[in-house]
């Protein structure tokens, strides 16, 4: 294996080791405001925006701490994200009649597309 999949495969294993705290509190906030009585759909904006900002400082300083982050592109993604997981959520709760199931889903099938998205839009590696 080269070193410069090692190192991809390092960067991947950080993205979710980190992105297991960020999915907790974006599930936490999302599952709490649906606990409270929010209708499913805006608990996920209201969770995702809160956790927008949460997931931009652990994914700058623990994942991609040696790219030049642009904030104008992470909230494109992060948009691109939402409506990509809105659709998600959509189908799964088609399937899933738990509203708490179909968040897990959600976010499960959109991360490895958002992996990819940060990588190459917004945490774009320095130049030497």
Partial sequence: MTSHMRH????LWRYYQVGII???????????????GFNQ???QIIGHLLGMAFN?????RHVFSD???AKLRFV???GI???LGLAMLALASSFVPSPYLAGVISI???SLINFFLLRHLVFRERAA
Avoid: E, K
């Fill in 41 to 43: 759909y805006v608990a």
């Fill in 108 to 110: 499960i099938c959109v």
């Fill in 22 to 36: 960020n999915t907790l509190v974006g599930y936490g906030l999302f599952a709490s405001f649906v606990a409270l």
């Fill in 67 to 69: 790219s030049s982050p």
């Fill in 56 to 60: 931009y400082v652990t994914y700058s």
């Fill in 81 to 83: 994200n939402y409506l």
């Fill in 8 to 11: 991809r495969l390092a960067l």
């Fill in 76 to 78: 494109i993604v992060y």
